[in-house]
């Protein structure tokens, strides 16, 4: 019970769902279900996800800037958009995401809230993270996740990775873009990244870490198990993926 008290949320927090996205690993799946939650839900909700080789660009970076496109195409590395700004990101199965998701009078998204129960577990699993000045999670000095935000009238996103055991070479490999093509585009700040696995000489699967990282966090907001996705918002999450990678397959041609 103490360890329970130790990890509770705020008083105030009004997380109501924990969905899990496990058997979704397809990047723009992803996005889109982070657009769903963000423009039609109204409850405040938390997304646990990883996706396959994928690079994901701010809303505001241009691609030939931030990407190697010939070597993520040879390596079938997907790049997608999302909502929020900020820089490219590297993802894969070695890569867990997370993503608040609330009304926006709740918290200020500019507010470090949202990671504190990133930071107060990921201490709890033995990682002594701190919170960076671009709000990245920093371990033994170098970074184990990347933030970013999208706020809209009504609702407020906020997400971030957490490197497991990603491929940090491929991660290297593929964010290696031409700079000199970036025009008005936002630029990527490069930081010295590590895993988390390695952080902890440990040779856990990222499965098993996700999966006990997910229990601490039901634990953290008292719910008592992970809240389904329902049909009719599955094919609303496909209707809206639909439409986005119409808009990828113009965003990528124009690379």
């Known amino acids: ?102 009304n926006k009078e709740a918290s200020p998204v500019l507010d470090r809230d949202f990671l504190r129960p990133v930071v107060t577990l990921l201490q709890v699993l033995g990682v002594e993270a701190t919170v960076g000045k671009r709000k990245e999670l920093l371990a033994g000095g170098r970074k184990i996740s990347g933030t970013a935000s999208h706020v809209t009238r009504n609702r407020q996103l906020f997400h971030g990775t957490l490197l497991h055991r990603t491929d940090l070479h491929m991660l290297e490999q593929a964010l290696r873009g031409d700079r000199t093509a970036r025009g008005k585009g936002v630029a ?24 006990r990282f997910g229990a601490l966090l039901l634990q953290y907001y008292g719910l008592s198990g992970y809240s389904p996705i329902s049909p009719n918002e599955t094919e609303r999450i496909a209707q809206i993926e639909r439409i986005r990678r119409r808009k990828q397959q113009a965003d990528n041609h124009g690379e």
């Open 188 to 211: 990527s700040v490069p930081s010295p990244v590590a895993n988390i696995a390695e952080l902890l000489h440990s040779d856990e699967t990222t499965e098993a870490f996700l999966e």
């Open 1 to 102: 019970d103490s360890v329970n008290r130790g990890l509770g949320a705020p008083e105030d927090s009004t997380l109501q769902q924990l969905l899990h996205s496990t058997e979704w690993t397809t990047p723009v799946r992803n996005c889109a279900l982070e657009e769903y939650m963000v423009t039609e839900r109204h409850d405040d909700v938390l997304l646990l996800y990883r996706n396959t080789p994928s690079v994901i660009l701010g809303r505001n970076q241009t691609v030939a800037a931030e990407i190697d496109g010939d070597f993520c195409r040879a390596h079938g590395i997907e790049v997608v958009r999302r909502l929020s700004g900020g820089g490219a990101v590297y993802h894969d199965l070695g890569n867990i995401n997370y993503a608040f998701v609330s």
